[in-house]
């Protein structure tokens, strides 16, 4: 019986920038003996990001250059998650991209479509807690009638302690 199911190891990378980029990065990993000490993982969001900044928007979309990465290398390949943060006209929004690999070069990775299975089960207590810690700051900031940009807003996020992941 496959063991889909059990517990992955995770890692948190810190916050990593790339230009105008601010990104959270963790590795989830099938087996723990897989190589990766973060250089991989670190390269493919590096250059993934730069991809989003490529992708045709709408001019009604702003996008803040921060956001979450998990990079998981898992039993088939690696897929990267990439939920990051903009505006829809005047409203706060997650974006989301995801690509996947079937061996772990950057020159391999095919951008996932809403045919594919974008978030693996192993990747939601990383990314969803994340999602919900970034949610609760701004409303804090907002609550105390704090006068900032949301890149500010965002770059404080990025200071504080990751949130427990389970």
């Known amino acids: 019986m496959s063991e889909w199911w059990c517990q992955r190891a995770t890692e948190y ?3 990593q920038q790339f230009n105008t980029w601010r990104i959270r990065t963790y590795i989830v990993r099938a087996d ?9 993982s670190t390269e493919a969001v590096r250059a993934l990001s730069q991809c989003v900044d490529g992708i045709a928007r709408d001019h009604e979309y702003r996008l803040f250059h921060r ?15 990439l939920a990051h943060f ?21 020159s391999e990775f095919e951008d ?10 192993h990747d939601i207590p990383v990314l969803l807690p994340e999602i919900a810690s970034v949610r609760s ?11 900032m940009s949301m890149e500010s ?14």
């Open 112 to 121: 996932l479509t809403s045919r594919d299975p974008m978030l693996c089960f």
């Open 67 to 81: 956001g979450i990465a998990c990079a998981h290398y898992g039993r088939r390949g690696f897929t990267l998650a």
């Open 86 to 106: 903009g505006l829809w006209d005047d409203m706060f929004e997650t974006f989301f991209q995801a690509w996947y690999s079937p061996g772990e070069t950057i």
């Open 137 to 147: 700051h701004i409303l804090g900031a907002i609550r105390q009638n704090k006068q």
């Open 32 to 40: 723990e003996r897989l190589a990766d000490t973060g250089q991989g």
């Open 13 to 15: 990378l810190g916050v």
């Open 153 to 166: 807003l965002l770059d404080g996020y990025m200071l504080v302690s990751p949130p427990s992941h389970g």
